[in-house]
């Protein structure tokens, strides 16, 4: 079975940068969607970015499209999300999930994911 596993959250000042990376063990994510999600107190998850490993493609929310890189390491079986330029509005746990086929969801969506990790707290405060 897959196995997901976040790390790299913290406390960073607005206007900083955090990479989170999400590990993965059991499978190769060659052939896996990756998707990245965040869920503050209080409201409802959202999808940050995703990556479509059979051809690279990328995807991102408004909110956070030009500050956040989603990126692949196939050799580290790893998926990144480097943040840049983050505001306080970005605080959230941030999860990443993985899918084969999401079964005609969207990949921002966070419907069809069949593996989650744990999430990696993200604060942005001065």
């Known amino acids: 079975q897959l196995q997901l596993v976040e790390s790299g959250g913290g406390l960073v000042q607005p206007g900083g940068s955090l990479r989170l990376s999400c590990v993965a063990s059991g499978y190769t994510l060659d052939y896996y969607i990756i998707g990245w999600f965040r869920q503050a107190p209080g409201k409802e998850r959202e999808g940050v970015s995703s990556v479509r490993s059979r051809d690279g493609n990328m995807e991102y929310a408004d909110s956070v499209r030009g500050r956040f890189t989603i990126s692949r390491d196939n050799a580290k079986n790893t998926v990144y999300l480097q943040m840049n330029n983050l505001k306080p509005e970005d605080t959230a746990v941030y999860y990443c999930?993985?899918?084969?086929?999401?079964?005609?969801?969207?990949?921002?969506?966070?419907?069809?994911?069949?593996?989650w990790g744990q999430g990696t707290q993200v604060t942005v405060s001065s």
């Open positions: 999930a993985a899918a084969i086929n999401l079964g005609g969801w969207g990949r921002l969506e966070g419907q069809g994911y069949d593996y």
